[in-house]
């Protein structure tokens, strides 16, 4: 079945840091590709997302690049804000997974000033 | 604004007791989802509806039931079968079941006392 490994959190940074998230996936066909972000006590929110092979999604800041030859999904931004901390998931959905959303195990992220 | 809302934000429930997560959406999606997280754990599907009047199963349904009258309401039940119920559940929807991007509510924590 399809799955979704994560960088091991968590991660803390200083304000301006550079940030990286690892991502790498195992899934039938060609899935798409998603970061969805997690503030403290509330739901997700859809971050960024690319359908296709080198595919590069990006918002707020942050961007990620669909490698499809290795299989990964990492997601950056050049310069973090105390205002980045939350919890990032990256997410896949596949034919495999029968069009249902399948998330890593998340990435909990503080950024200190 | 449209949107997904679920209630209560906190719920306590005694041990043997059945109690029903409410999840309302006004986006005139088709497809809505509950999920689970438990800390250090991405989410887990629990159920889904790709349409009113019908729904299947997720990863980890037991000790689960929904329902789908409406198109905008989707009431999660956890029942007292549910062996450790205490998790935060999140309820999304989508367009349809191909349409990539899911919507979520702000969650409910479920606490067993």
């Known amino acids: 079945g399809d799955s979704v490994t994560q960088m091991e959190g968590p991660v803390t940074l200083s304000e301006e840091a550079f940030l990286t998230i690892n991502c790498t996936y195992t899934?039938?066909?060609?899935?798409?590709l998603f970061w969805y972000v997690q503030y403290p006590g509330e739901g997700l929110q859809l971050l960024l997302k690319?359908?296709?092979?080198?595919d590069k999604g990006s918002n707020k800041g942050f961007e990620a690049t669909y490698r499809k030859e290795t299989t990964s999904f990492h997601l950056e931004k050049g310069s973090v804000q105390v205002s980045d901390s939350a919890v990032y998931f990256c997410?896949?959905?596949?034919?495999?997974?029968?069009?249902?959303?399948?998330f890593g195990s998340g990435t909990q992220l503080t950024v200190l000033p | 604004d449209g949107g997904i809302t679920q209630s209560p934000k906190y719920l306590f429930r005694k041990e043997g007791q059945n109690v029903t997560l409410s999840c309302e959406q006004n986006?005139?999606?088709?497809?809505m989802y509950w999920y689970r997280q438990d800390p250090g754990q991405g989410l887990r599907l629990i159920y889904y509806?790709?349409?009113?009047?019908?729904?299947q199963k997720g990863d980890i349904a037991e000790g689960y039931s929904v329902s789908r009258e409406k198109k905008e309401s989707f009431p999660l039940t956890v029942t007292s079968a549910q062996k450790n119920p205490t998790a935060f559940y999140l309820c999304?929807?989508?367009?349809?079941?191909?349409?990539?991007?899911?919507?979520f509510g702000q969650g409910t924590r479920l606490t067993v006392v």
């Open positions: 986006l005139n999606h088709d497809a």
């Open positions: 999304a929807s989508s367009i349809g079941p191909e349409n990539t991007e899911a919507f």
């Open positions: 509806s790709q349409i009113v009047n019908d729904f």
């Open positions: 899934a039938t066909g060609y899935p798409s």
């Open positions: 997410a896949l959905i596949s034919s495999g997974s029968a069009r249902q959303l399948t």
């Open positions: 690319a359908t296709k092979a080198d």
